[in-house]
């Protein structure tokens, strides 16, 4: 595992609250990986394998006996008869395992409920917090406590470049335009009280 990640964490459903809200744990790692299994398991896993190979081995050999005779029609017909039989077995299979498949789905569900509410909020959160961004950056402000010190700023490099004697024009007019704006503001300010 990189030592950057942090592993993904899987909830389990225990049981539910007084008030109805779901309680949840962390279920037990995972297993191993074969290579580290104990040596009964890693024979108990490669009997399993053989005797899959060995399953499919022997459902191969009629549908090679037929296509060896040249019987393509008595290949189909075992070939079809497979689907059907792996299609019925697969059928059962999730007949049989509805309940846990739906266990697991209802927690999906839940998890998916906690997930969407913490998003909202955190969404809320985020919004709340553009709108404050927003406000401070793109709406004028009202009273001369708030544009006094945006005046003062102006005012240090109109002095400065008084001092050293400036004699670039643009660079006289930026700093003057800016100097204007900031002083009506001021005077605006002054006039609303």
Known sequence: MDEGKEPAITLSRVGETD???????????????????????????????????AAAVILCLPIAAEIAFLNFRGAAKIIISYVMLFGAVFGFAIVFARPLIMEKLELLEQLADVLRDESSLQL????????????????????????LPDFLKTLGPVAMMLLKRERNI?????????FVKSALDLWKAQTKK
């Open 124 to 147: 809320q959160a985020v919004s709340h917090r553009l709108n404050d961004v927003n406000e401070r950056m793109f709406h004028k402000k009202e009273t001369t406590e708030e544009i």
């Open 19 to 53: 008030s109805g809200r779901a309680v949840f744990e962390v279920p037990a790692p995972d297993p191993l990986p074969p290579s580290q299994l104990p040596p009964s398991q890693r024979l108990l896993q490669n009997h399993y394998v053989r005797m899959a190979i």
């Open 170 to 178: 643009i660079q006289w007019s930026l700093t003057g335009a800016k």
